[in-house]
């Protein structure tokens, strides 16, 4: 059985990140989504909110499982069972940073497999940045993130902006 692993931030999920979900839970028999809890990007959501959305979004992809973890990832992978990361490529600018904790995730896990899925070219230009970034000043997000989630990132931008987040 080949299990899968799909790091990332995903403050918030984008319908960039679900287009990869929806491949990637075809390519593994089981697909562990995993949120980077101590990020040095210091996210907008919490944890447990970044996983709620997750779980919202994919509630009916019966294969994936979505986790919160704190550490290494390739460690966090192993301690799942995971053999295979999955990452996404946008454009070029992706590639070097990606290219580079690839190989040095071989380095340090060499039972660990990194595949590449190329974004949907739909979503080509999309960041969870852009996203925050549109909703702050009051654009709409709903071309960018799922539908189940447009009001929580816009109820959560706001307290932000009103400097009434908890
Ligand atoms: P990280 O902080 O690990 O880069 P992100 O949440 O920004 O976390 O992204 C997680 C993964 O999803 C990365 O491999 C990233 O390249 C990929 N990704 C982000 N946005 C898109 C998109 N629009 N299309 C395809 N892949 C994407």
Request: net charge negative; glycine share 4%; charged share 25%.
């Amino acid at each position: 059985m080949a299990i899968g692993i799909y790091p990332g931030s995903f403050d918030p999920v984008t319908k960039g990140h679900l287009d990869i979900i929806q491949r990637a839970s075809k390519i593994v028999d089981k697909l562990y989504v995993t949120v980077l809890v101590n990020n040095a990007k210091k996210p907008l959501f919490s944890d447990r909110e970044r996983v709620e959305m997750i779980k919202m979004v994919t509630a009916d992809i019966p294969n994936v499982e979505v986790l919160s973890y704190d550490g290494l990832t390739v460690e966090f992978a192993r301690q799942i069972g995971a053999t295979v990361m999955i990452r996404g490529l946008r454009a070029v600018t992706d590639f070097e940073y990606e290219l580079q904790i690839a190989q040095t995730n071989r380095v340090i896990a060499p039972d660990i497999d990194t595949i590449f899925l190329t974004t949907n070219l739909k979503y080509a230009y999309l960041s969870s940045s852009i996203v925050k970034e549109v909703s702050f000043y009051k654009g709409d997000v709903d071309e960018f993130v799922p539908e189940q989630i447009v009001e929580l990132v816009h109820n959560k931008v706001s307290a932000y902006k009103n400097g009434t987040q908890d």
